[in-house]
């Protein structure tokens, strides 16, 4: 986030916990009108029942595949799977409990530094996915 969009970050920022009921009925109405719906940026257990729609599993199969999605930047070449993989999601401790451990980007790095914007991520119990390839979504 850079720019007037960091300036006002007080009056523009939003919790997860703020827009999940909104989120969840949006996905949920373009799923009856038959809209193929996602969202990006959410950890798992921020979208429990709404896991289907989450569309970073997509990306990370290509990751785990070993695709590759290069972008050109001023800064040179970027491989943009590995980097949202490894540099700009982060994951908690308690997330090492989470079935999706090994399936999960985890939380945007950037959304972890904005003191308004504490969340807890809270691991769903279960079998952990070895592997993004168990997702059956």
């Given at each position: 986030i850079e720019g007037n969009a960091l300036k006002n970050l007080d009056k523009l920022f939003v919790s997860i916990e703020e827009i999940?009921?909104?989120?969840?009925?949006?996905?949920?109405?373009?799923e009856k009108k038959g809209i193929d719906v996602k969202t990006f940026g959410f950890p798992y257990c921020k979208m429990k029942g709404y896991e289907r729609f989450i569309e970073e599993k997509d990306a990370l199969r290509g990751y785990a595949d070993g695709s590759v999605m290069i972008?050109?930047?001023?800064?040179?070449?970027?491989?943009?799977?590995?980097?949202?993989?490894?540099?700009?999601?982060?994951?908690?401790?308690t997330c090492r409990e989470c079935k999706y451990f090994y399936t999960c980007e985890g939380i945007w790095r950037?959304?972890?530094?904005?003191k308004k914007c504490y969340t807890k991520l809270i691991p769903i119990i279960g079998k952990k996915m070895k592997s993004i390839n168990e997702l059956k979504m």
């Open positions: 999940q009921p909104y989120l969840f009925k949006a996905l949920e109405i373009g972008f050109n930047q001023p800064e040179g070449k970027s491989d943009w799977q590995k980097s949202r993989v490894k540099e700009m999601h982060i994951k908690l401790k950037e959304y972890l530094t904005f």
